[in-house]
């Protein structure tokens, strides 16, 4: 990615950075001289040469064993160069997944037609940040394949790499490393909140559809991308909402967002519209061809790993995942039951909380652009809310204010990280900008202030106000 920029009337390129490459190991697939080949799972780009492939793995290989001299619970997670960054995790025993991103650069043209000269900002990348995102590269991998050791265990280690090469050919074309940001480290559910009649439809929907599906073992309701009702754990329905709001969403934007007089389908049953369609599965029940076939996932892999059918419904902006087990064949009777029983209540569903939605908006009055910005986390229920970020596309959730802003963010998360005890930190940035973070009680707020005059005392008072009106019962600190 460039960003071409003027300088002193020439123009000067930014490179943001860029993945160089991505391999999976395992060193005692390939413990004697002559097999170091077969400690490699899998190694993105796959054209490399494979002296190259193997004189890679074996550095990492040697990075991690001589870090672990020093400390030997504790290996290396990174390396620093001045040209690029090398992030190491080990999910599971003796499984290494490495990621090397190249640092952001800026090219400066010469003069005299010499060669341009090349400046690399070693220290714009925050290790919390490209860590999490590797992290989350096993997360997804496990919930959809399970883990490394159970491929090994069904079918051999041909089996893992065939997995592996299947799902990251895929994965890694829908990271964007240039957007990852705080957000990233986070991994929260963004929650709707909803007035308490509405909350308890939703309930009472839940309860009917599982007690007339019985097949049905854990269910998620979702509105907007938001998250309403999960009989799923957290740390599970935290990966599946990431599938669900940068991966399938997205795929299937709704033409009906353009008003409701438009359905995809409207067919009577009883007095009603129905609007439901399934995202995942056959994508019409009156082809006769059809398939019922449903992508499969694992959770719980922790404990005793369950293996599920993800079944995903959709009626204009409400979304309900139905999870069944895989053990059980999926039939056209069974879709077409969930469809009659599902679509209309789902489809009234949808217009009570689009009706609660609408009002929420009109008593909180016009949008208009604020004097602050804020990041609030919550490490108990993974509740996130951000007024940074711009809606979540299949590409990238983009923010709406500078990279070095984001970078401060990221520094202070990284000082949190450090100590138990709540603090505060208030940052003045070159740009006039004031940020401040606030951790308290497992909960974080970070708020970006534009006011250029203010001065220490003003931007606490500002906070506090914030706290007061949008945090009331959140914030105890003085």
Same mark, same amino acid.
């Given at each position: 990615?460039?960003?071409?920029?003027?300088?002193?009337?020439? %123009?000067?390129?930014?490179?943001?950075?860029?993945?160089?490459?991505?391999?999976?190991?395992?060193?005692?697939?390939?413990?004697?001289?002559?097999?170091?080949?077969?400690?490699?799972?899998?190694?993105?780009?796959?054209?490399?040469?494979?002296?190259?492939?193997?004189?890679?793995?074996?550095?990492?290989?040697?990075?991690?064993?001589?870090?672990?001299?020093?400390?030997?619970?504790?290996?290396?997670?990174?390396?620093?160069?001045?040209?690029?960054?090398?992030?190491?995790?080990?999910?599971?025993?003796?499984?290494?997944?490495?990621?090397?991103?190249?640092?952001?650069?800026?090219?400066?043209?010469?003069?005299?037609?010499?060669?341009?000269?090349?400046?690399? %900002?070693?220290?714009?990348?925050?290790?919390?940040?490209?860590?999490?995102?590797?992290?989350?590269?096993?997360?997804?991998?496990?919930?959809?394949?399970?883990?490394?050791?159970?491929?090994?265990?069904?079918?051999?280690?041909?089996?893992?790499?065939?997995?592996?090469?299947?799902?990251?050919?895929?994965?890694?074309?829908?990271?964007?490393?240039?957007?990852?940001?705080?957000?990233?480290?986070?991994?929260?559910?963004?929650?709707?909140?909803?007035?308490?009649?509405?909350?308890?439809?939703?309930?009472?929907?839940?309860?009917?559809?599982?007690?007339?599906?019985?097949?049905?073992?854990?269910?998620?309701?979702?509105?907007?991308?938001?998250?309403?009702?999960?009989?799923?754990?957290?740390?599970?329905?935290?990966?599946?909402?990431?599938?669900?709001?940068?991966?399938?969403?997205?795929?299937?934007?709704?033409?009906?967002?353009?008003?409701?007089?438009?359905?995809?389908?409207?067919?009577?049953?009883?007095?009603?519209?129905?609007?439901?369609?399934?995202?995942?599965?056959?994508?019409?029940?009156?082809?006769?061809?059809?398939?019922?076939?449903?992508?499969?996932?694992?959770?719980?892999?922790?404990?005793?790993?369950?293996?599920?059918?993800?079944?995903?419904?959709?009626?204009?902006?409400?979304?309900?995942?139905?999870?069944?087990?895989?053990?059980?064949?999926?039939?056209?009777?069974?879709?077409?039951?969930?469809?009659?029983?599902?679509?209309?209540?789902?489809?009234?569903?949808?217009?009570?909380?689009?009706?609660?939605?609408?009002?929420?908006?009109?008593?909180?009055?016009?949008?208009?652009?604020?004097?602050?910005?804020?990041?609030?986390?919550?490490?108990?229920?993974?509740?996130?809310?951000?007024?940074?970020?711009?809606?979540?596309?299949?590409?990238?959730?983009?923010?709406?204010?500078?990279?070095?802003?984001?970078?401060?963010?990221?520094?202070?998360?990284?000082?949190?990280?450090?100590?138990?005890?709540?603090?505060?930190?208030?940052?003045?940035?070159?740009?006039?900008?004031?940020?401040?973070?606030?951790?308290?009680?497992?909960?974080?707020?970070?708020?970006?202030?534009?006011?250029?005059?203010?001065?220490?005392?003003?931007?606490?008072?500002?906070?506090?106000?914030?706290?007061?009106?949008?945090?009331?019962?959140?914030?105890?600190?003085?």
């Amino acid at each position: 990615m460039i960003s071409p920029r003027m300088a002193s009337g020439m %123009q000067e390129k930014q490179y943001t950075p860029s993945l160089l490459s991505f391999f999976i190991y395992n060193p005692k697939f390939g413990p004697r001289e002559g097999e170091e080949e077969k400690k490699i799972l899998f190694y993105h780009p796959s054209e490399v040469e494979k002296n190259e492939k193997i004189r890679n793995v074996g550095l990492c290989e040697a990075i991690v064993q001589f870090t672990r001299t020093f400390c030997p619970r504790k290996p290396a997670k990174s390396l620093h160069t001045q040209k690029n960054r090398q992030f190491f995790l080990e999910p599971e025993e003796n499984f290494w997944m490495v990621m090397v991103v190249r640092n952001p650069m800026i090219e400066k043209p010469n003069k005299d037609g010499k060669p341009p000269t090349v400046e690399y %900002q070693e220290e714009e990348l925050l290790d919390s940040v490209y860590g999490a995102v590797l992290q989350q590269c096993y997360s997804m991998y496990k919930i959809f394949n399970s883990t490394f050791n159970r491929a090994v265990e069904t079918g051999g280690v041909e089996l893992l790499i065939q997995k592996l090469e299947k799902f990251f050919y895929r994965y890694l074309q829908t990271i964007h490393l240039q957007s990852c940001d705080l957000l990233d480290v986070f991994g929260g559910i963004s929650f709707l909140p909803l007035d308490k009649m509405t909350y308890l439809k939703i309930q009472s929907f839940v309860n009917k559809v599982e007690e007339n599906l019985s097949l049905v073992k854990y269910t998620a309701f979702l509105y907007n991308d938001q998250l309403i009702w999960s009989g799923l754990e957290q740390d599970d329905m935290r990966i599946l909402y990431k599938y669900l709001t940068t991966s399938l969403f997205p795929r299937h934007s709704e033409p009906e967002l353009a008003g409701r007089d438009s359905p995809l389908r409207p067919e009577v049953m009883g007095n009603l519209l129905h609007y439901g369609r399934f995202l995942t599965g056959p994508a019409t029940l009156k082809d006769p061809d059809a398939k019922f076939r449903f992508p499969k996932i694992f959770v719980n892999t922790e404990d005793r790993s369950e293996e599920l059918h993800l079944i995903v419904y959709k009626a204009m902006s409400a979304a309900v995942c139905f999870m069944i087990n895989a053990s059980v064949e999926l039939t056209r009777e069974f879709c077409e039951q969930m469809d009659a029983l599902v679509g209309p209540q789902l489809t009234l569903l949808a217009s009570d909380i689009c009706e609660q939605y609408n009002i929420n908006r009109r008593i909180s009055g016009p949008e208009k652009e604020p004097q602050f910005k804020f990041i609030y986390f919550n490490h108990m229920n993974l509740a996130e809310k951000s007024t940074i970020h711009m809606r979540k596309t299949a590409g990238a959730s983009l923010s709406s204010v500078h990279p070095d802003l984001m970078k401060i963010l990221g520094d202070i998360n990284c000082d949190f990280a450090r100590v138990d005890e709540d603090e505060e930190i208030i940052v003045k940035a070159m740009t006039d900008y004031w940020v401040v973070g606030k951790k308290s009680d497992q909960r974080e707020l970070y708020v970006i202030l534009n006011q250029k005059n203010a001065n220490l005392i003003e931007v606490n008072d500002e906070v506090k106000r914030l706290c007061s009106t949008q945090f009331n019962n959140i914030f105890f600190l003085d």
